[in-house]
């Protein structure tokens, strides 16, 4: 679904409209990075609760979300230092990956959120953005507030531990 | 295959297991209760609260600020009634009058007495013998 960039007063149909736009990969968003599936879901309930008490739809809503999101995000890893603590529940409480149960697809999810989770915040934040908002990387330079080649360089960073990570965990009898 | 090929070729490889999966879907319910929190008037935020009580301090403030103003206004006032009243001289004893004849000085009621009583005590009385200077 594609929102006019006209503005428009954000009644409930818009705000329904905006959330099966959108909620799913915030609440991806939010999850990857706080571990932690009541806390994504509060973050979803503030941000698009703030969109719609704000009176006036934002002119990019996907953009708005998502950096309201991140505020939100950062906010409450500052608030309940939740920083540590929350690469350790990653795996355990919440997944934010969905695989096929086909034959090692539950399997492949975990091993691969378990990677995930070994990367730093801001490296993992990097990866979902690109892999799973397909965002381009000017997108995530505007939304992180870092030059695009930053990102880039970012990610393929993110990449290549996770590479090895994964050659290291093949490598473990 | 050298070395740098192989790792592209992992790092590809990786790329697809990733893009294999999907963002898993939020918890079913989270729609209805976005939805329904959105449609409750939304409370105040802290920011605005914070403003408002901010306000309604700065009002006190002021409106005790101006009480007190008038209240000193009004004790001022009360003094400067009794202040301004003439003050009458004493009525004189020889000795002050020989020592200060009869000038209205514009001293509290008084003042002027009593530092003259304490000079005329240290003067050497008329009755008292003269001392034999050392």
């Known amino acids: 679904m594609r929102f006019s960039?006209?503005?428009?007063?954000?009644?409930?149909?818009?705000?329904?409209?905006?959330?099966?736009?959108?909620?799913?990969?915030?609440?991806?968003?939010?999850?990857?990075?706080l571990g932690n599936a009541?806390?994504?879901?509060?973050?979803?309930?503030?941000?698009?609760?703030?969109?719609?008490?704000?009176?006036?739809?934002?002119?990019?809503?996907?953009?708005?979300?998502f950096r309201a999101a991140r505020n939100e995000i950062y906010s409450r890893l500052r608030r309940k230092r939740l920083r540590l603590r929350a690469a350790d529940r990653l795996t355990r409480e919440t997944h934010f990956l969905h695989a096929p149960a086909e034959t090692g697809g539950l399997e492949r999810r975990d091993f691969l959120e378990a990677g995930l989770r070994s990367l730093p915040p801001k490296q993992r934040e990097l990866v979902v953005l690109k892999v799973y908002q397909a965002m381009t990387f000017q997108e995530i330079a505007s939304l992180l507030g870092i030059p695009a080649n930053t990102a880039a360089s970012r990610y393929r960073y993110a990449m290549e531990r996770l590479r090895k990570w994964c050659n290291e965990q093949e490598a473990k009898p | 295959m050298t070395r740098r090929q192989n790792n592209a070729a992992e790092l590809a490889d990786l790329e697809a297991?990733?893009?294999?999966?999907?963002?898993?879907?939020?918890?079913?319910?989270?729609?209805?209760?976005?939805?329904?929190?959105?449609?409750?008037?939304?409370?105040?935020?802290?920011?605005?609260?914070?403003?408002?009580?901010?306000?309604?301090?700065?009002?006190?403030?002021?409106?005790?600020?101006?009480?007190?103003?008038?209240?000193?206004?009004?004790?001022?006032?009360?003094?400067?009634?009794?202040?301004?009243?003439p003050i009458e001289p004493k009525p004189h004893t020889w000795k002050t009058a020989l020592l200060n004849p009869r000038v209205t000085l514009p001293l509290p009621e008084g003042y002027a007495s009593v530092r003259i009583a304490r000079r005329v005590s240290s003067l050497p009385s008329l009755n008292e013998p003269r001392r034999k200077p050392i």
């Open chain 1, 38 to 65: 009541v806390d994504a879901e509060d973050v979803v309930q503030e941000v698009f609760v703030r969109v719609h008490a704000g009176g006036r739809a934002p002119r990019h809503p996907r953009s708005y979300l």
């Open chain 2, 17 to 85: 297991a990733l893009g294999a999966c999907t963002v898993a879907p939020p918890p079913a319910g989270l729609r209805e209760r976005v939805l329904e929190r959105a449609a409750k008037p939304a409370p105040l935020p802290r920011s605005e609260i914070a403003l408002r009580w901010a306000i309604a301090a700065l009002v006190v403030t002021m409106a005790w600020a101006d009480w007190q103003e008038r209240q000193t206004a009004e004790r001022m006032a009360a003094v400067a009634r009794v202040e301004t009243r």
């Open chain 1, 5 to 33: 960039v006209k503005r428009v007063e954000p009644d409930a149909d818009w705000l329904a409209g905006l959330y099966d736009a959108c909620g799913g990969q915030v609440y991806a968003y939010a999850a990857a990075l």
